[in-house]
């Protein structure tokens, strides 16, 4: 897990990554460890803060998953969270006092390349990661959507059909997210061939080097991906469309049969510009910080207007 002090301008104060611990499924604490892991983070981190002398305002944390966000509940299938009260830990772990904001990794990232990354100056645009799974952050006429904490599941919609459409760890068939992340790439070359490929990044050398499965299989990622963002296009008229992610690093090997796929199908939507997302890795954990520090803002505001 990547954790941070951030001050109120935005600027990192200290960053670090800890191990997140190993879940196995069959040994099932739900989740607890990697509860526990969390809970310590923070407290430390507090500490750190205080030692170093500043202030802990509040904690911004994003996990992936569904965020009940009326609730602060998390479900998160590799976490082996299911309905966990992560938002009531939490606070009680830090105590009170301190505001305490609960988000989806995603959103977090977006909400981060909205307001210091490749999505700045926007107010309709997508933050799209193609990572070991997918989800998007929507920012709809300024806002980031979070739909009570269930919105932006891009990835888990239909846009493979018949024969084809695998089963989706969610449940459903022919998810987005079982053809174009990164881990979809690696396991259907590996499908394809026989082959056992060291992830995404062994398949787009295989690309480079003229592999005909590589190819295809590259191919159909980019095909969903056309329709998916075709859709959101339709829907919510995005100005900008950041891609993130491991695959972004295709760069444009990516960007640009994405962009030619848009532009040909489009016909009176208005057409958005795609590029790379800026912020990298560090997304998620600066946008958790970000929306923390929204959060002491707005009970400022509160309380100066009574
Ligand atoms: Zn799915």
Not at 39 to 61: P, W
Not at 94 to 103: C, D, E, F, M
Not at 142 to 157: C, F, K, M
């Amino acid at each position: 897990m990547k954790c941070g002090l951030v001050a109120a301008d935005g600027a990192v104060l200290h960053r670090e990554t800890r191990p997140t611990p190993r879940t196995v499924p069959d040994r099932n604490d739900g989740g607890r460890a990697v509860l526990d892991a969390l809970l310590e983070t923070v407290v430390e981190l507090g500490q750190k803060a205080a030692a170093d002398g500043h202030t802990v305002r509040a904690v911004g944390v994003v996990v992936p998953g569904i965020i009940d966000a009326e609730h602060g509940t998390v479900s998160a299938e590799n976490l082996l969270w299911v309905g966990t009260p992560v938002l009531a830990e939490l606070q009680a772990a830090v105590g009170p006092g301190r505001q305490v904001v609960l988000a989806h990794d995603v959103r977090g990232g977006g909400y981060a390349e909205l307001r210091q990354g490749a999505l700045k100056g926007t107010t309709n645009s997508l933050f799209l990661p193609l990572g070991t799974g997918i989800a998007a952050a929507m920012v709809v006429d300024g806002s980031l959507v979070s739909g009570d904490g269930y919105a932006g599941e891009l990835g888990h919609t239909r846009f493979v059909h018949g024969q084809a459409a695998e089963l989706c760890a969610c449940g459903q068939y022919g998810c987005l997210e079982t053809v174009a992340s990164a881990a979809a790439l690696a396991r259907r070359y590996g499908v394809r061939t026989g082959r056992v490929v060291d992830g995404a990044r062994e398949v787009l050398e295989l690309l480079a080097e003229g592999d005909a499965d590589a190819a295809i299989v590259w191919e159909e990622a980019l095909a969903a991906l056309v329709d998916a963002l075709v859709l959101y296009t339709t829907l919510v008229a995005p100005t900008r469309i950041a891609i993130g992610g491991g695959l972004v690093g295709a760069g444009e090997t990516l960007l640009a049969p994405l962009r030619a796929g848009l532009h040909e199908r489009l016909t009176f939507q208005r057409e958005p510009e795609i590029v790379a997302a800026v912020l990298g890795e560090d997304a998620g954990c600066l946008g958790a910080a970000l929306m923390a520090w929204d959060r002491v803002t707005l009970d400022e505001s509160g309380e100066q207007g009574g």
